[in-house]
């Protein structure tokens, strides 16, 4: 029997774009498969920026590996980050609640704890036994402090000669070396991984510690409501696991 050549082309090319088709498919279904998540810059050994890395950047994406996901982060700073969720391309922004996202039913439950303090230099020998007392010296903090920290201290800082907000917290210690600021608010373990890599051998002889905060707890915020949920379950999962307990060892939390 002979066959059409018009036909026979037509075959052809059908069946050497079926497997682009095919591939072009499988390629979005795996797209879809990846969330973006929003990160405020390098705050080690919670965020690493350099490798992805950190201990929450782990427990983030081991959860999503949970929930059938790849994750991919996308770095900006903290004080940006809220605004990341009306970004079209954004699923979820990590280190946030409910003083900073008002709409709490994007918000995942608690998934990651800090612990802020005031750090000054032990030769200046301050006074620093409440979060008021804060009014009275000039400060570096994180960006957001104000929103994250509460009332009171939003009232002290009103009153504080200087208040820098810093976006790369790796510049808090220097600033207060280099006695440019009185004062650090910033996480007790942000603070110890920094300034073990600035080799400071005496940090007990140099820093001295205000522990005038609670604990600050944080949850992600997501776009799409089953994802919230999916998280959550999943979260609950994880966190009981051998693997939870062996990276808060990796990171020394």
């Known amino acids: 029997m002979t066959i059409n050549t018009t036909v026979l082309v037509k075959l052809l090319s059908v069946n050497l774009l079926l497997p682009l088709i095919m591939l072009s498919v499988s390629s979005v279904s795996y797209a879809r498969q990846e969330l973006a998540v929003a990160v405020g810059l390098a705050k080690p050994p919670y965020v690493i920026q350099e ?20 994750t991919k982060f996308v770095y900006t700073t903290f004080g940006h980050s809220p605004k990341m969720l009306n970004v079209k391309e954004i699923d979820a922004v990590m280190t946030t609640n409910n003083r900073v996202f008002k709409d709490e ?10 612990q802020n303090v005031a750090i000054s230099l032990k030769e200046s020998n301050l ?25 009171e201290y939003a ?7 200087i208040y820098l907000r810093v976006a790369e917290q790796k510049q808090q210690p220097v600033l207060l070396l280099k006695k440019r600021v009185q004062v650090l608010i910033m996480d007790r373990n942000i603070f110890n991984y920094l300034v ?5 051998s005496d940090i007990e002889q140099t820093f001295t510690i205000h522990p005038i905060f609670p604990e600050t707890h944080y949850k992600m915020a997501f776009k799409n409501p089953e994802h919230r949920s ?15 307990q062996i ?3 990796q990171y020394d939390l």
Do not use: C
Not at 53 to 68: A, K, Q, T
Not at 105 to 114: A, E, F, Q
Not at 127 to 151: E, P, R, T, W
């Open 51 to 70: 490798n992805d890395s950190g201990f929450e950047i782990e427990l983030i994406r081991n959860v999503f590996e949970l929930m059938g996901y790849s």
């Open 105 to 114: 039913s994007k918000l995942s439950n608690i998934y990651v704890t800090y």
């Open 127 to 151: 006074a620093i036994n409440a979060i008021s007392d804060l009014s009275n010296y000039s400060i570096a903090a994180f960006q957001k402090a104000d929103k994250v920290l509460g009332n």
């Open 155 to 161: 009232n002290a800082i009103e009153h504080s000669p």
């Open 196 to 200: 073990k890599q600035m080799q400071i």
């Open 230 to 244: 999916s998280f959550n379950q999943m979260f609950d999962q994880y966190r009981y696991s051998d693997d939870y």
């Open 247 to 249: 990276l808060k060892k």
